[in-house]
C-alpha cells in the first residue's frame, strides 16, 4: 500500500477531532451530562406550547410584540440544546499553558483526544435569546428605544465576547481578557436594568411585575459568568456535568419560569401595556 502523501498526512492532521457521532454517543455515557440537554429540551418544548396556548387570544399590538418576543425565548432553547446534544456545537480544545485543565484528555468512542469538552453552543445561541428577553422587558417597562437598544447591542456583544473567551486556544490571558470584555458590556446591561427601565416602568404602571423581573434577571444572570470561570472554560473546578447542570438549571429559571411570569402578567394585563409597537418617544411628532 502507498505511503500517504505530505498533502494527506496534514488533513489527517487537522481531522484530530472527534465526529458528531462520537461526541454524540460520548453524551450518553454521561447520565448527568445527558440529561442536562435532554431534561431542557424537553422543558423549553413543553412551555414552548403551553405559552402559545397562553397568548393566542392575545389582541394588543404591543402586547403580541412582548409575547412573540418572549416565544422566542424557548424556540431558541430547544435548537440551542438540539445543537449540543447532536454534538454539532460541542467541541474538544485544547487549553494554552497556565490554564487548568492544560493538557487534559478526553475519551470518545474508544480513542483518547487532547483537550476539554467545550459547549460553545450554549454562547452562541445566548445571543439570540438575550436579546430577546431584554425587548420583552424593555417593551414591558415602556423603555425608550435608544436604552432598548443599548442594552440589546451590549448585550449581544457580552454573548459573542464570551464565546471568543471559551474558543481562544492561543493564551490563556487573553481568555481572561475576552472574559473581561464580555463583563464590561455586562455592566452596560445591568446598570440599563437597573437604573434606566425602573423609572420608565414606574411612569408605565408596570413597575410591580417589572421589579419582580428585573430581581429574577439580575440575580439569576450574575449566575452565568460564576458558572463560566468555575467551569472548565475558567479554573476548570466543576467537571462538565456539573457545569453544564448548573447552566441548565440557570435556564430553567431565567428563561421557562422568567416568561411564565411576563406572560401571564401580559395576558391578564393587557390594557396596561397596550400601545403602539414602536418603543416610547419613537415617531412622536415634532415640537414645531
Ligand atoms: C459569560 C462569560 C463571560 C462573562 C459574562 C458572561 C455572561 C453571560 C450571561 C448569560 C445569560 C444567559 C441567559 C441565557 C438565556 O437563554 C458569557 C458567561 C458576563 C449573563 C440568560
Redesign the pocket.
Known amino acids: 500500500m502507498a505511503l500517504p502523501s505530505k498533502t494527506e498526512s496534514l488533513v489527517a492532521l487537522q481531522q484530530e477531532g472527534p465526529t458528531q457521532t462520537e461526541i454524540f454517543e460520548w453524551i450518553f455515557t454521561d447520565p448527568v451530562l445527558a440529561s442536562s440537554l435532554y431534561v431542557n429540551i424537553a422543558l423549553a418544548g413543553l412551555s414552548l406550547l403551553f405559552f402559545v396556548f397562553l397568548t393566542k387570544d392575545l389582541d394588543d399590538p404591543r402586547a403580541k410584540l412582548i409575547a412573540v418576543s418572549a416565544l422566542l ?1 424557548p424556540t ?2 430547544v435548537a ?1 440544546y438540539t445543537g449540543l446534544a447532536s454534538g454539532l456545537t460541542i467541541g474538544v480544545l485544547e487549553m494554552p499553558d497556565g490554564h487548568a485543565a492544560q493538557g487534559a484528555s478526553v475519551m470518545m468512542g474508544g480513542e483518547s483526544y487532547d483537550g476539554v469538552v467545550t459547549m460553545w453552543g450554549r ?1 452562541l ?2 445571543a439570540l ?2 436579546p430577546a ?1 431584554l425587548l420583552a422587558l424593555g417593551l414591558l417597562a415602556g423603555a425608550d428605544g435608544t436604552s432598548i437598544f443599548t442594552a440589546i447591542t451590549f448585550d449581544i456583544a ?2 459573542v ?3 471568543a ?2 474558543l481562544t486556544t492561543s493564551s490563556h490571558l487573553l481568555r481572561w481578557f ?2 473581561f470584555i ?2 464590561a ?2 455592566v452596560v446591561v445591568l446598570y440599563i436594568l437597573l437604573t434606566q427601565w425602573p423609572k420608565a416602568a414606574e411612569a408605565a404602571g408596570t413597575a410591580d411585575i417589572f421589579n419582580t423581573l428585573k430581581l429574577l ?1 439580575v440575580v ?3 449566575g ?2 460564576i ?3 468555575l467551569g472548565v472554560e475558567g479554573i476548570a473546578v466543576l467537571p462538565v456535568g456539573v457545569t453544564s447542570w448548573a447552566y441548565s438549571a ?2 430553567i429559571v ?2 421557562y419560569i422568567f416568561v411564565f411570569l411576563l406572560l401571564r402578567y401580559v395576558v391578564s394585563n393587557e390594557s396596561v401595556v397596550s400601545g403602539s409597537i414602536m418603543p416610547s418617544g419613537a415617531g412622536a411628532p415634532a415640537d414645531d
Do not use: E, Q, R
Request: proline share 3%; aromatic share 22%; with cysteine.
Open positions: 425565548v431558541v432553547s440551542s454562547y445561541t445566548w435569546s438575550t428577553i457580552m454573548c465576547t464570551g464565546l473567551a471559551a475576552w472574559y464580555s463583563c458590556a455586562f434577571t439569576m444572570w450574575l452565568y459568568p458558572v463560566w470561570a440557570l435556564d431565567a428563561k
